[in-house]
């Protein structure tokens, strides 16, 4: 099945500092979404982008719908202690809904002291 | 709202036994899915329902079974385990069949088949 590429698999970073990762596809998608999972939990939607060139914001997070549909961004200014987690991209080809998501294979952050 | 349940929270099995993973929801979503989260492999999709009685399959299925029979409930059957399916499963409803960004996720049941 098709999955998406997701970049860095982790980052070890200090407390503070920016994060930027990204995910792309070889095929176009018209939703893309970003989740995050904390430990024993399930995802938590973080950022939804219905439209190529979308640049959406949720306080520090920042997400962006690439124009060429085949890739998006997520970047995190400003790292606090509970950004800790993975971080999954997610799309969707039909932008009513009725396709599945296809997920990424996440990006974990871990804080260093 | 309770949002998505999941029930057991944590299971072992043994080879060749049955078992059935319950999920619930409370916000009366037409769409509900399940899926699994292996290492390095993201979440794929087990199966799907966009309503009451409708069922479909997603991207592993094999070894699975489900039926919904209400709009509430949605329970993942495993016929025989096999270690194979040692995983993270998670439950996800949407109000709209499929509606992207209502997607709700349970906290998942983690299942063990030795």
């Known amino acids: 099945g098709q999955q998406l590429n997701q970049s860095p698999q982790s980052m070890f970073i200090q407390e503070g500092e920016d994060v930027s990762m990204n995910c792309t596809s070889s095929?176009?998608?018209?939703?893309w979404l970003w989740y995050k999972q904390d430990p024993g939990e399930g995802p938590v939607l973080l950022i939804a982008?219905?439209?190529?060139?979308e640049l959406t914001s949720n306080g520090r997070l920042t997400a962006q719908f690439g124009i060429t549909r085949k890739d998006s961004f997520l970047n995190i200014s400003a790292s606090i202690p509970s950004d800790v987690g993975i971080y999954f991209c997610?799309?969707?080809?039909?932008?009513?809904?009725?396709?599945?998501?296809?997920f990424g294979t996440g990006t974990r952050l871990t804080i260093i002291p | 709202n309770a949002g998505v349940t999941q029930t057991p929270k944590f299971q072992v099995l043994k080879t060749g036994q049955s078992m059935t993973l319950q999920c619930a929801q409370d916000?009366?979503?037409?769409?509900m899915s399940w899926y699994r989260q292996d290492p390095g492999m993201g979440l794929r999709l087990i199966h799907y329902s966009v309503g009451a009685g409708i069922t479909d399959q997603g991207e592993v299925p094999n070894g699975y079974n489900v039926s919904r029979s209400t709009t509430e409930d949605f329970p993942l059957r495993l016929l025989s385990a096999a270690p194979s399916q040692t995983s993270v499963y998670f439950c996800?409803?949407?109000?709209?069949?499929?509606?992207?960004?209502?997607?709700?996720f349970g906290p998942g049941t983690r299942l063990t088949v030795l």
């Open positions: 916000m009366n979503h037409e769409y």
């Open positions: 997610a799309g969707q080809l039909d932008v009513f809904g009725n396709e599945k998501l296809t």
């Open positions: 982008l219905y439209k190529a060139g």
């Open positions: 095929s176009i998608f018209n939703t």
């Open positions: 996800a409803s949407s109000y709209l069949p499929g509606l992207a960004g209502g997607f709700f």
